[in-house]
């Protein structure tokens, strides 16, 4: 059975256990990849600059450094490329978030990397991608977005677009398709021990997460313009709306069956416009928001609490940590101090853990040198600049 209790102990379990990754440090989605397959059980060994603290936070709150070991390795100095690529030798997957040709440049790209090993997965992270006019130039979620289309998407037809914190382009368009694109690829090597390049890019994962909304416009049932649509807002039960309190309250009761039950315990009133009447969404829009204005969201997330309404009041991260659900699943945890996400999906066999605390840079070199019988990593770090990212922070 699924969803059963977090393992937070033992050095080989989740279903990538015995899978060697090595992740070239930046921040953003590349090392929320790495964290996510560390998550899974890989062995994940990250390769600190010296004297870089990527994120610019206590290592011991950069979350997304969990569950992986770090070494210290100078790129630009002599040693530096070697050490790697000994690493890289005994690996499954290199990560990295460098610019195009960065990563070639400090002479660990994929054709030396594959030299060593030909069975390597080399996972590539950019928001641009590794060709095209834009490659080359820095960027960040919000432009990637822009570029796609999905900034345009999101925010009311007579305001600005709103920005989705950096969730939708760096994690769900960049992250985890590197992570599927990863997986993949290591099914493909398993079976053929031929290693390949994986090239994700945001703009590509990103674009491709609005495949069911370019379905819907070609058949005419999406119109392309921010707030004139069933998923965007313009839909009065698909909406946000104000409490008397100043909170808000998420309702998303798009069947029939589960727009009864809101109206139910709303107590719409009964010259509200039928909800198919889209001519008389403006008029229905008016009648739910002076409803949820009469009450406190705690009362209305009282009364719709354990119903098929599919309406739920909209908590801040701190109120989330405290939701019923939320606390039986276990969804977030409290580890050595740290509340944080624990990992996910969830598996019946094989439960992903966590198993070590945010690595902090350079602790486990000599423990990783021994592991992986790479010796030159002891001697291959000292100070050095730090190489140009390849996403967020000069992609």
Not at 313 to 320: F, H, I, M, N, T
Request: proline share 8%.
């Amino acid at each position: 059975m699924l969803g059963g209790p977090l393992t937070r102990t033992g050095p080989n379990v989740g279903p990538l256990a015995g899978v060697r990754v090595v992740e070239l440090a930046g921040i953003g989605p590349a090392p929320f990849a790495g964290m996510l397959l560390a998550d899974l059980g890989a062995d994940v060994v990250r390769v600190d600059r010296p004297g870089g603290q990527p994120l610019g936070i206590d290592p011991a709150h950069d979350l997304t450094n969990r569950n992986k070991r770090s070494v210290l390795v100078d790129l630009k100095a002599e040693a530096g490329p070697g050490a790697v690529l000994d690493l890289v030798e005994r690996a499954d997957v290199l990560l990295e978030g460098f610019r195009p040709g960065v990563a070639e440049r400090l002479g660990v790209g994929p054709e030396a990397a594959l030299a060593r090993n030909p069975g390597l997965v080399y996972g590539r992270m950019t928001g641009w991608g590794q060709d095209g006019p834009l490659a080359p130039r820095a960027g960040h979620d919000i432009g990637y977005l822009a570029t796609v289309g999905a900034l345009g998407l999101i925010g009311p037809a007579d305001g600005p677009p709103s920005i989705p914190v950096n969730l939708l382009g760096d994690y769900a368009g960049g992250s985890l398709y590197l992570v599927s694109g990863v997986l993949a690829a290591l099914l493909h090597a398993g079976r053929t021990g031929v290693g390949q390049v994986v090239d994700a890019a945001i703009v590509d994962g990103t674009a491709h997460l609005t495949s069911m909304l370019w379905g819907m416009l070609g058949a005419g049932a999406w119109r392309d313009a921010r707030g004139v649509n069933i998923l965007d807002g313009a839909c009065p039960y698909y909406s946000v709306y104000a409490t008397a309190d100043g909170g808000w309250m998420a309702v998303g009761a798009l069947e029939e069956r589960f727009y009864a039950e809101f109206a139910r315990l709303l107590e719409l009133p009964a010259e509200a416009p039928d909800r198919g009447d889209v001519g008389r969404w403006p008029r229905l829009r008016e009648l739910i928001a002076a409803r949820f204005a009469e009450r406190s969201r705690a009362e209305w997330s009282e009364i719709f609490e354990g119903t098929d309404a599919c309406v739920a009041p909209v908590l801040s991260l701190g109120e989330a940590a405290a939701h019923p659900h939320l606390a039986a699943r276990g969804t977030l945890v409290d580890e050595a101090g740290v509340r944080q996400p624990a990992p996910a999906p969830r598996f019946s066999a094989t439960p992903g853990a966590l198993r070590r605390p945010p690595a902090e840079p350079g602790a486990h070199t000599a423990e990783v040198a021994a592991d992986w019988a790479v010796p030159t990593l002891v001697a291959a770090h000292s100070s050095g600049e730090r190489p140009e990212r390849g996403t967020d922070a000069g992609s």
